[in-house]
């Protein structure tokens, strides 16, 4: 059996290689390496896959919510609302731009973002709400854009885990992730769905004065050469990893169909079992499984991770602290009341490995080794 690895970047590169060199060869030959014509290229093919008016790429998935957050002027003391149980990069950049986070619990099936929760923590000052697709599946945005549009806020969809996932409305509309909110963001970490070989990200937004205010923004605040209007960062997607997502992006529909595929064996090998939660697909998103994430109910989650590392089954648990409990974001504003799932959950997730290139005797060694340790 091959070996089992939780992210196989060499397998999926392995099968692209030819085109991938050649890609990079010639950015390399073309001198263009910084906002070249590949980085264009990219943009607008971007733009007609998610089916928004404009994409504005930028360095990485971090980046992307901070300049969205600078794009929309959020100001000091504003209130921006998140979620408690997701990566760090949501509220860190909440915190650096000397806003207020408002961390919230989430959904114990979906671990998305709790509806209740996000009413409750609407206040005058509340600017934004930051609703992450976690795992790969959307949150309820239908609802989220609905309680945004009565209180006036700003809506920055987190899509770093999710693109590609389709979102249908209650009257039939589908959009994707990413394109429901004022701007959506996203991260092409090498890992994620659609990863790239190095760092980037993107922002994406249908509104034009946004997305022109965003660009400057991205490049030291110039609207005109020389010409420095607001402050602004330096966040570039460059043209080599521009070049390598231009050929990654029309093979994104079929990663997201092979993530799905190990997912429904991972399923269906373990559902029905007393002591595994298997993932819930909410009835309104796709799931691109960017995570394959069980919770282990009633038995030793920590043992039987070991048990898998033991038998050369790489997994993980994400997340294993809450963001209200990191030392960065403790604050006595928050209550252990207010987060008993999230507080449940960093005890009960595992995540098994999830990529596109499983055959099926590893995802059978998977569940079998789970099992018997279980059984
Ligand atoms: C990966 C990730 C980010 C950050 O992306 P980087 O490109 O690593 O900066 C932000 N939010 C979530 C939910 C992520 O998973």
Redesign the pocket.
């Known amino acids: 059996m091959k070996k089992i690895q939780m992210v196989d970047l060499k397998g999926q590169y392995e099968k692209i290689k030819s085109e991938i060199d050649s890609s990079i060869i010639n950015v390399i030959e073309s001198t263009a390496y910084i906002n070249g014509p590949e980085v264009h290229g990219f943009q607008k093919e971007l733009e007609d896959y998610l089916g928004v008016k404009n994409v504005i790429p930028c360095a990485?998935?971090?980046d992307a919510?901070q300049i969205a957050m600078m794009g929309l002027g959020l100001e000091q003391g504003d209130e921006v609302i998140t979620v408690d149980f997701?990566?760090a990069?949501?509220v860190e950049v909440i915190a650096l731009l000397k806003l207020t986070p408002v961390l919230i619990d989430v959904e114990k099936d979906t671990f998305n973002m709790d509806l209740d929760a996000l009413k409750k923590a609407i206040t005058p000052k509340t600017k934004a709400i930051v609703p992450?697709h976690l795992f790969g599946q959307c949150a309820n945005m239908e609802e989220i854009l609905k309680i945004a549009k009565e209180h006036n806020l700003y809506v920055i969809e987190?899509t770093?885990?999710a693109i590609g996932a389709d979102y249908t409305f209650s009257d039939g509309t589908v959009k994707k992730a990413g394109t429901m909110g004022h701007v959506g963001t996203t991260?092409f970490?090498p890992s994620?769905n659609l990863g790239c070989y190095g760092?980037g990200?993107a922002i994406f937004t249908n509104d034009d004065d946004l997305a022109n205010t965003i660009r400057g923004m991205v490049n030291h605040g110039m609207y005109r050469r020389y010409y420095h209007d607001v402050v602004g960062v330096n966040s570039r997607l460059d043209s080599i990893q521009a070049a390598i997502l231009r050929i990654k992006l029309p093979l994104l529909d079929g990663f997201c169909d092979a993530r799905r595929s190990a997912a429904e064996f991972y399923s269906n090998a373990l559902a029905n079992h007393p002591n595994i939660a298997t993932p819930v697909i909410s009835d309104f998103s796709t799931h691109v499984f960017h995570q394959y994430t069980l919770q282990i109910v009633n038995a030793d989650r920590d043992a039987l991770h070991k048990h898998l590392l033991d038998n050369n089954i790489p997994n993980a648990i994400y997340y294993p602290v809450p963001l209200h409990s990191q030392k960065a974001y403790e604050d006595e504003r928050y209550n252990e009341d207010d987060f008993k799932v999230t507080n449940k959950l960093i005890g009960t997730v595992l995540s098994l490995p999830m990529h596109t290139e499983f055959d099926e005797e590893q995802l059978a060694f998977i569940t079998k080794t789970i099992l018997d340790f279980l059984k």
């Open positions: 990485n998935g971090t919510l997701t990566f990069a949501t992450v987190d770093a885990q991260s970490f994620k760092d990200g």
